[in-house]
């Protein structure tokens, strides 16, 4: 069993930052691509983010230049660095692990609400 504890959260006025992280426990043989996702009310769920092992970056056009995704091995914990948010970043957070031998799992969320 593997779990995802995301924390970071929470109000922000708009061009201000927030930082998520997602930390990764239990039995973790090893961690391939982590990524994070967004869901807005009403709207799908959309990738945000995504590093690979190797440290290989990806990021939506809405967040390119603004969010900054990173990784610490050592800690299996992904982290989302975000500035300059905007109101239409507000949504529900998730991370997203891809673990050898048990496949891809997901955070429980946290919610990220950017106040105009």
């Known amino acids: 069993q593997v779990q995802l504890v995301e924390s970071g959260g929470g109000l922000v006025q708009a061009g201000g930052s927030l930082r998520l992280s997602c930390a990764a426990s239990?039995?973790?043989?090893?961690?391939?691509?982590m990524g994070w996702y967004r869901q807005a009310p009403g709207n799908q769920r959309e990738l945000v983010a995504t590093?690979?092992?190797?440290?290989?970056?990806n990021y939506a056009v809405s967040v390119k230049g603004r969010f900054t995704i990173s990784r610490d091995n050592a800690k299996n914990t992904v982290y989302l660095q975000m500035n300059s948010l905007k109101p239409e970043d507000t949504a529900v957070y998730y991370c997203?692990?891809?673990?050898?031998?048990?496949?891809?799992?997901w955070g429980q969320g946290t919610q990220v609400t950017v106040s105009s």
């Open positions: 997203n692990v891809y673990f050898a031998r048990v496949g891809s799992s």
């Open positions: 590093i690979t092992s190797g440290g290989s970056t």
């Open positions: 239990g039995s973790i043989y090893s961690i391939n691509a």
